[in-house]
């Protein structure tokens, strides 16, 4: 009858250690969200990627809609250089650990 009380006691405190341990392991994590690549560098670039394609396509490439796009581009890449020394490369859809962007990448198509 005592061995069977301790047995219980032993299963009781290692499932409340189990639960207790699992707690602490999800609690502590810290969350993930969309934004939290490099401060949201990848989203940053392929938004102005984008914009300037779509100003290129209204506008034209030589277009001042367009340079203002380009060097939006430009500050987003600069913005990841500063903040996680990479950035990301829209068009090859990597990122880049050197400071090798060509600013006018995107002149002409």
Known sequence: MKIQINITRIAKASLAAATL???L????????RA?????GCRNR???ADHQLHEAAEHHG???PQ?????????????YCWNHAHRWW?????????????????HDHR
């Open 89 to 105: 490369d829209a068009d090859a859809q990597r990122w880049r650990t050197d400071r090798d962007w060509d600013d006018h990448d």
């Open 45 to 47: 670039v392929n938004k």
């Open 35 to 39: 934004g939290d690549d490099d401060n």
């Open 61 to 63: 490439w030589d277009s």
């Open 66 to 78: 367009a340079a203002q796009r380009r060097q939006q581009l430009a500050e987003a890449r600069e």
């Open 25 to 32: 392991l999800f609690a502590a994590a810290p969350a993930m």
């Open 21 to 23: 341990s699992g707690f």
